[in-house]
């Protein structure tokens, strides 16, 4: 299973998902589908304009956790 982390780093920049999505593009629906996990797919694009944004790498945004069976 995918997690994304941009909540984290949301709270770590003290910066909100309006803010987010006006330094980056995305838009903010697209963020809050990142921030509660509603997504259907991560764009590439918008990895690499987060990471620039909050000048991290991309496990610092998404994590991998193997599904229990």
Known sequence: MINMKVHIKLAECR?????????TGISKNTI???VNETFQYVNREHLDKMCKVFNCSVSDLVEYIEDKE
């Not at 910066?15 to 330094?23: F, G, H, I, V």
């Open 32 to 34: 809050t589908g990142y």
């Open 15 to 23: 910066m909100t998902q309006k803010k987010l999505a006006e330094l």
